[in-house]
């Protein structure tokens, strides 16, 4: 398990883009946190460095958002809302099948019907200030590609 301090949105982005760069099809990255801990923000840095001109948002009320045009498609997904039986609806399969980078918000619900592969990063706030943009974010890789993944994303995030 690896750890890095961030202290900005601008630093979260950034982390994003160097997960992004390293990124490969079929990789999937889990992001764990409370409301407001940085997820979106993360992923939009993710999305521009894939080569997404339109914004990328919260897909908090459409559970998923494709970004095909992406120079790795990116499928974006907040099951926070989802309830049980809404799992049904998504093909969460077919999207995993898909050379694509998949990136889950609040991956609780679908944990076992998730590959054993995975990386999944947890965001926490340093403090309890709503408006502290200090966090710690732990990398938690799952699998040979996943470890790799985390050493390239903070050598890139490094430069």
Do not use: C
């Amino acid at each position: 398990m690896t750890k890095l301090e961030n202290n900005s949105a601008d630093g979260m982005q950034k982390l994003g883009a160097a997960q992004a760069k390293t990124a490969q099809p079929h990789d999937l990255l889990l992001l764990n946190g409370d409301l407001g801990a940085g997820k979106t923000t993360m992923t939009q840095g993710l999305g521009r460095a894939l080569g997404i001109h339109r914004p990328v948002k919260s897909p908090t009320f459409t559970i998923v958002r494709e970004y095909r045009e992406a120079k790795l498609p990116l499928f974006h997904m907040d099951f926070y809302r989802l309830e049980n039986d809404d799992l049904s609806s998504i093909d969460l399969e077919g999207y995993l099948a898909e050379p694509g980078l998949v990136v889950i918000e609040w991956p609780q619900l679908v944990m076992n019907d998730l590959p054993d592969e995975y990386l999944q990063l947890t965001i926490t706030r340093v403090d309890d200030s709503w408006d502290s943009t200090k966090r710690v974010v732990e990398f938690t890789p799952h699998g040979k590609r996943n470890e790799e993944w985390v050493k390239a994303a903070l050598t890139e995030f490094n430069k």
